[in-house]
């Protein structure tokens, strides 16, 4: 069964793929495709953490497996979605990318609020890597 932050991940994710697709047919230039791929490629990432964790990806982006890690990250990719997207349907992605992101940040100092079990994957502590 999905939880509601697996949901809101899938959501988030599909968002990114298609606003970003949706920003490089608008205005082929370099640098709306150079961002694009950009976006897609968090998409995709965002998309692909709710099926599989690669090890690398526990031991290298472990931000991306804490409330506040999760919602930083969505604030940034939303912050760059408003900030080059080309009409309505692009800042609103954006702007729900980033509210999202916002929440994810509110959950994290919420302490009745447990982290679902695919973003306690990497949850080893501050400086707990293994030698």
């Not at 994290?108 to 400086?127: C, H, T, V, Y």
Request: proline content about 4%.
């Amino acid at each position: 069964m999905f939880s509601i932050s697996r949901i809101a991940n899938l959501v988030v994710g599909a968002l990114m793929v298609v606003g970003a697709i949706g920003k490089i047919i608008a205005n082929v230039t370099f640098q709306t495709i150079i961002e694009g791929i950009y976006i897609i490629l968090f998409g995709l990432v965002t998309v692909g953490l709710e099926f599989q964790i690669p090890p690398q990806v526990a031991r290298y982006a472990s931000f991306m497996f804490s409330f506040i890690g999760r919602g930083v990250f969505y604030i940034f990719v939303g912050t760059i979605m408003l900030a080059s997207f080309w009409n309505f349907v692009g800042y609103l992605l954006g702007a729900i990318v980033g509210l999202v992101g916002v929440g994810y940040v509110v959950l994290e100092f919420l302490p009745q609020i447990e982290p679902p079990s695919n973003m306690r994957e990497a949850d080893a502590g501050w400086g707990a890597e293994q030698v």
